[in-house]
């Protein structure tokens, strides 16, 4: 899964769709790319979720290596877009979120407990990690699909299509891909789906 959501680059675009779809999954309503009105400037919020009880605007860090740290800058930044907005829009119920598909140093997590900021990543939270929401509610990225080659993949996400459940009989067509193949793929996404 880990390799599947790197692949889903160079540019975090796709990764901020993924977290969108990860939040549609907890029963918000989604936007991409949001331009907010902050007291002092305004602020391109990567999504923002909105639900009756709440609303979560985030900041989505994608990173091709792997082995890349958030370190305690990356919190401390997204808390102070987070002051700047909620001082122009003192009547907006939100909270801050910031999604990494890598980890967080131990530093970045003390301060964003400090600030109230919710973090997912691959390191945490411990028993609700990107990767563990992203199976538990079958979100999984076109990329973890091994009947798609490379070329066919970048196709999708260039279409916007990143997660598996959107991959349907007529964009497989689009890739131009024989009657056989498109079974296979639709194959892979159903038992993928239908994964307990």
Same mark, same amino acid.
């Given at each position: 899964?880990?390799?599947?959501?790197?692949?889903?680059?160079?540019?975090?675009?796709?990764?901020?769709?993924?977290?969108?779809?990860?939040?549609?999954?907890?029963?918000?309503?989604?936007?991409?790319?949001?331009?907010?009105?902050?007291?002092?400037?305004?602020?391109?919020?990567?999504?923002?979720?909105?639900?009756?009880?709440?609303?979560?605007?985030?900041?989505?860090?994608?990173?091709?290596?792997?082995?890349?740290?958030?370190?305690?800058?990356? =919190?401390?930044?997204?808390?102070?877009?987070?002051?700047?907005?909620? #001082?122009?829009? =003192?009547?907006?119920?939100?909270?801050?979120?910031?999604?990494?598909?890598?980890?967080?140093?131990?530093?970045?997590?003390?301060?964003?407990?400090?600030?109230?900021?919710?973090?997912? %990543?691959?390191?945490? =939270?411990?028993?609700?990690?990107?990767?563990?929401?992203?199976?538990?509610?079958?979100?999984? =990225?076109?990329?973890?699909? %091994?009947?798609?080659?490379?070329? #066919?993949?970048?196709?999708? &996400?260039?279409?916007?299509?990143?997660?598996?459940?959107?991959?349907?009989?007529?964009?497989?067509?689009?890739?131009?891909?024989?009657? %056989?193949?498109?079974?296979?793929?639709?194959?892979?996404?159903?038992? &993928?789906?239908?994964?307990?």
């Amino acid at each position: 899964m880990k390799r599947a959501i790197y692949k889903l680059g160079p540019t975090g675009y796709p990764f901020e769709i993924l977290c969108a779809e990860m939040l549609k999954s907890k029963g918000y309503k989604t936007k991409v790319s949001v331009i907010k009105k902050g007291k002092f400037v305004s602020h391109e919020v990567d999504v923002v979720a909105t639900r009756p009880d709440g609303d979560i605007y985030c900041e989505c860090k994608f990173h091709n290596r792997k082995y890349y740290k958030n370190d305690v800058k990356i =919190p401390l930044y997204v808390h102070a877009r987070y002051l700047d907005i909620k #001082e122009a829009n =003192p009547g907006l119920n939100f909270k801050y979120a910031l999604i990494s598909n890598t980890q967080f140093s131990e530093d970045a997590i003390k301060y964003a407990k400090g600030v109230d900021l919710l973090l997912f %990543s691959m390191n945490y =939270p411990k028993k609700n990690t990107f990767c563990h929401l992203i199976q538990r509610y079958r979100i999984y =990225p076109i990329t973890v699909l %091994s009947t798609l080659r490379a070329r #066919e993949k970048k196709q999708l &996400l260039d279409k916007g299509i990143v997660i598996i459940k959107h991959i349907n009989k007529a964009c497989l067509k689009a890739l131009n891909l024989n009657d %056989s193949e498109i079974r296979k793929v639709l194959k892979e996404v159903k038992v &993928l789906m239908s994964k307990e």
